[in-house]
Nanobody
Framework: QVQVVESGGGLVQAGGSLRLSCTAS????????MGWFRQAPGKEREGVIC????????YYADSVKGRFTISRDNSKNTLYLQMNSLKPEDTAMYYC??????????????????????WGQGTQVTVTS
């Protein structure tokens, strides 16, 4: 049974930083591209950033460029999202997901949630002004 669990969310002031973690079990982690998505109240879920199985990250949303960094440790089955210079508009529930369509190990040119098959329950990030 596949389990995906996010952690590290919290309350932070604008300009601050947070690091989210995501641990996946029940799958061969290093076979999968992994992505971070977020959903703010009243808004659709959006793709934030994606990383290939080998650590390449060809996609990130314009809104997080230069501020967010994704990384992974395949030996620990863990994905990370380092978020710096946080803004109130970054407030959302953040979700980690493993790609669910071929090619499993690579992010596509865009980050679409229907391409991801295994999801965590999310971790809340709240940025105050």
């Amino acid at each position: 049974q596949v389990q995906v669990v996010e952690s590290g969310g919290g309350l932070v002031q604008a300009g601050g930083s947070l690091r989210l973690s995501c641990t996946a079990s029940g799958l061969t982690f290093n076979n999968y591209a992994m992505g971070w998505f977020r959903q703010a109240p009243g808004k659709e879920r959006e793709g934030v950033i994606c990383i290939n199985w080998n650590g390449g990250f060809p996609y990130y949303a314009d809104s997080v460029k230069g501020r967010f960094t994704i990384s992974r440790d395949n030996s620990k089955n863990t994905l990370y999202l380092q978020m710096n210079s946080l803004k109130p508009e970054d407030t959302a529930m953040y979700y980690c997901a493993a790609r669910g369509v071929s090619p499993l190990g690579y992010c596509s040119g865009s980050l679409v949630d229907r391409q991801f098959g295994y999801w965590g329950q999310g971790t809340q990030v709240t940025v105050t002004s």
